[in-house]
């Protein structure tokens, strides 16, 4: 594999204009990608599900060249119906198309950050790897005291003209002060066996709030890790709401730094798998000064061949007195053969916090199912009446009502 | 004597930190093949066990220290222990406690358990374990009028071949993790316990550890087998004198039960946990699993946590049986120094199974504390169910709490429930206590004493009593 990396790096690196300096700092991605490979279960983080052996099970080789100089074409067909947006189009991990036509454009900016990669103090080899073969990466900045009127999505799609089988992706946000987005992350996928790889970075300053809506819903083989990093200063709050339905695999890390008083975070997550699905969450919230709140909820319904993991950690600095921290996760387990895995994580150095975490896992109450055969609904429908009132607990958490509609019609919940 | 009397001056704090002037035989310094045949050569062991132990070393030049844990500790050389410290009294061993070196029964006065008291008043039979090799076993005639063998590890191998041979080893393997693999090599002494067919062992089974000498490591084995329809209550007491330098104890713990057998295994733990500044102290790396090997068997791991500077140890249960049950109940308080990262693994492998974790942490002062636990539902363990409670406590702000549970269902039948909370002593609580007249030392007792009352429930009457005050003493300074 690592020939090919050096290989298609290399060709990549020539249809991409840009600078000496960006070439070097990309050259020094890909050998720390290179010499820690790809992670694997040895590692804690990756215990559950190791996306080595799944890569190597489900696409064997990965390749990693595209022509991105290239434009492809935009299918209007999978823009959400119903719903005033502003866009941001990906297609095989080229930008396309940003499109912010409904709101006041002095007040967004977008500034090309070629060679200003995103840079954490974390572990996580994958980060390298996106930042080794990311094409483009934007910086969008909204202006103080501005808060969009109309939700931004971004389109993930890819489609039969793609050449590799690894997509690298990465924006970067900035809400100034007193702003507010709203951003629908909505995946479409034509192709088969594809890795896509996203990071986003968010800079939180005092009072603004970011709700982020990732939507995987459509059935696909393709396997996906996204990488939330969520820096918040005083009174700011973010909001991050995962459907993960559709891929074959799909992890979703959420982490999410309360650097300022007053801030808070929330996580709300449903896992909604059938056959050899496996989808994991991994969020990490770090209480860092006093007076911060996070809430996460977790739900997953697992069909026939499919496994769901859930690894959630509080951290709460010294520092950190008068936090609040919850977590809960729930699953449900329908068939012989799902699974259901979860770490819920309590790390405490401060004394006058309130944290707890809850989990809990089983198969549906057979009693709730007699009780809605007896009043004349059949097996299945009961079944799935349960289902439904299960995961709408979740969905009813997202605090956008326009957004809610349009994640209740996707799921098909009804209330 | 004279240095005795200083060190129990200088160090007054630990109340059992005294060392007693009895003249040790070592085995050479060192870890290495000669080292294990030469402790097995001290003990007569026949050449099966020698094996045993020569297989495990060969897999333990193979093994790296583990180091996920939490609580790190400075590189411990292997090469710089002793592995082997018998009094030298005890060459001839005694027939009776009446032919005891009267030292050792001072020690054990000061301890608390005088064995003569015990034996007769408590009606509880003392397998007394000083410095690996099991001094006096009380109680015998009254325990073999049942069938029961309670004799310890050594004679257990001399006497009764054919139970060791077909239980040790079968739930810890020699080719398990480092610090069990490296204790079946080294092993000493311990205790070894079997309970015949349909017998209620009429009496609570005790053993009471002690390390004396410097620089050893304890390396116990405990072997206890509950046959068929069988129950045994097993208490385990430890503590160890003060020194500068740390100690290492790592034992093995082996339960088994067959079919509708039960196995009650107590601890209180008290090893010196270092001073103040966190100093010396006892690294407990303890290896306890039992094995429901049997239907309807039930297996049920109490402990009190109190000592030691770093405690590593998770009591397991291997739930293969159909319809057994495995329980665990803990308090671990760490206070000053001291680290512990302890919890329990819970496998279900059988139908129908059930475990129960209570787990309560208290940490004060610069200490750290983690719950660590598995719960592990295979595929096959249909209709199975657990339940988790841990709930920790932090005085002050420069100690942690933290909980690391791993929860895996694989069975849709089966239930899995977890909770945990973190909280401090309110300041209504203290004040209503101290307004009825209590100190605030003596209020901050009560409380957790109150915080710990299941766990506390659990242990046997005896047990109980030193565990409570235990609590008190454990966190004594830690307010104000």
């Known amino acids: 594999m690592n020939e090919q990396l050096q290989l298609d790096f290399d060709k990549i690196i020539k249809t991409l204009k840009i600078s000496e300096k960006e070439i070097q700092l990309k050259k020094s991605f890909l050998k720390k990608f290179i010499e820690n490979g790809f992670p694997n279960r040895k590692q804690e983080d990756w215990k559950f599900l190791d996306i080595s052996q799944i890569i190597k099970k489900n696409i064997g080789e990965l390749t990693f060249f595209n022509d991105y100089s290239l434009p492809n074409k935009i299918d209007p067909s999978i823009f959400v119906n119903g719903l005033e947006h502003n866009k941001i189009i990906f297609i095989n991990g080229r930008i396309e198309k940003i499109d912010f036509n409904y709101e006041d454009q002095s007040q967004i900016e977008i500034n090309d950050e070629i060679g200003k990669n995103i840079k954490f103090n974390y572990e996580n080899s994958l980060i390298d790897l996106n930042n080794a073969f990311t094409n483009k990466v934007y910086k969008i900045l909204i202006k103080k005291n501005y808060s969009l009127k109309k939700p931004l999505i971004i389109y993930h799609s890819t489609n039969n003209k793609i050449k590799s089988k690894n997509v690298n992706l990465s924006l970067n946000f900035e809400l100034e002060e007193n702003s507010c987005l709203r951003l629908i992350d909505y995946f479409s996928d034509n192709t088969d066996k594809n890795f896509v790889n996203i990071l986003y970075n968010f800079n939180l300053k005092k009072y603004s709030i970011l709700k982020n809506y990732k939507l995987d819903k459509f059935r696909n083989n393709n396997l996906k890790y996204s990488f939330n990093n969520i820096e918040q200063d005083d009174n700011s709050i973010s909001e991050t709401f995962i459907l993960s339905a559709g891929s074959d695999y799909f992890k979703n890390e959420v982490n999410c730094n309360l650097n300022g008083e007053y801030s808070s975070a929330f996580i709300n997550g449903v896992f909604s798998l059938k056959e050899n699905q496996q989808h994991e969450i991994r969020s990490t919230i770090n209480h860092l000064v006093e007076n911060t709140k996070s809430y996460q909820l977790i739900k997953s319904v697992l069909g026939k061949n499919s496994k769901s993991a859930y690894q959630g950690r509080i951290f709460v600095d010294s520092k950190a007195q008068k936090t609040d921290g919850y977590q809960l996760s729930k699953a449900i387990l329908l068939d012989e053969t799902s699974e259901f895995n979860a770490k819920p994580e309590l790390e405490i150095y401060a004394d006058d916090v309130k944290c707890s975490h809850g989990s809990a896992s089983g198969s549906l109450n057979e009693n709730s199912i007699f009780y809605l055969m007896s009043r004349g609904l059949n097996y299945q429908q009961s079944k799935e009446l349960l289902i439904n009132g299960f995961l709408l607990d979740v969905v009813e958490k997202i605090t956008d009502s326009e957004i809610r509609n349009l994640v209740k019609n996707i799921i098909g919940l009804k209330e | ?480």
């Open chain 2, 1 to 480: 004597m004279d240095t005795r009397e200083k060190d129990i001056e200088k160090l007054k704090d630990y109340k059992y930190g005294f060392t007693t002037d009895i003249e040790n035989i070592k085995a050479p310094k060192g870890l290495s093949e000669d080292v294990i045949k030469f402790i097995s050569n001290i003990k007569k062991e026949p050449q099966w066990m020698l094996d045993f132990r020569l297989k495990a070393y060969e897999r333990l030049k193979s093994l790296k220290e583990p180091n996920w844990q939490k609580p790190k500790y400075p590189k411990i050389d292997y090469q710089d222990l002793y592995y082997y410290s018998a009094p030298k009294s005890m060459k001839d061993k005694p027939k009776s406690l009446d032919d005891l070196d009267p030292k050792l029964l001072e020690t054990y006065k000061k301890l608390g358990i005088p064995l003569q008291e015990q034996a007769r008043l408590n009606g509880i039979a003392v397998d007394a374990v000083f410095d690996s090799v099991s001094v006096a076993t009380t109680f015998k005639g009254e325990l073999t009028k049942h069938g029961i063998i309670f004799c310890s590890m050594s004679e257990a191998i001399q006497k009764h071949p054919d139970l060791v041979k077909k239980y040790l080893g079968t739930v810890i393997p020699v080719t398990d993790h480092f610090f069990a693999t490296l204790n079946s090599a080294v092993f000493t002494d311990g205790s070894f316990v079997y309970i015949p067919k349909g017998v209620k062992c009429p009496m609570e089974l005790s053993t009471y550890f002690r390390i004396n000498a410097s620089q050893t490591g304890q390396f116990e084995r405990t072997l206890i087998i509950a046959d068929e329809g069988s129950y045994v209550s097993y208490l385990e007491g430890c503590t160890a004198p003060m020194r500068d330098e740390n100690q290492l104890h790592a034992a093995n713990v082996e339960l088994i039960a067959l079919d509708d057998a039960e196995i009650k295994y107590s601890t209180v733990q008290n090893w010196y946990p270092g001073d103040e500044n966190g100093k010396g102290g006892i690294y407990n790396f303890v290896t306890k699993r039992g094995l429901c090997k049997g239907k309807n068997s039930k297996i049920s791991w109490t402990q009190v946590e109190t000592g030691s500077a770093i405690t590593w140890k998770y009591p397991s249960c291997i739930l293969k049986g159909d319809n057994s049950i495995g329980e665990f109940y803990s308090i671990a308080i760490t206070n000053n120094h001291q680290k512990a990262d302890t919890g329990t693994k819970m496998i279900h492998l059988g139908k129908n199974t059930k475990s129960k974790i209570i787990s309560k942490g208290i940490s004060a002062g610069f200490s750290d504390m983690t719950y660590r636990g598995l719960v592990d539902i295979n595929s096959k363990a249909k209709n199975s169910s657990n339940y988790t409670q841990c709930d920790s406590l932090l005085m002050g702000n420069k100690c942690g709490a933290h909980t690391v549970p791993y929860i895996k269902n694989k069975n849709f039948d089966s239930n899995i429930a977890h909770e945990a909370t973190t909280s401090k002593i309110s300041e209504e609580q203290l004040h209503y206590c101290q307004q009825r007249g209590l100190n605030p030392e003596e209020a901050v007792g009560l409380i957790v004493n109150g915080f710990c009352k299941e766990v506390l429930q659990q242990l046997p009457m005896e047990f109980a009593v030193e565990a409570q005050k235990l609590v008190g003493i454990s966190l004594e300074g830690s307010v104000g």
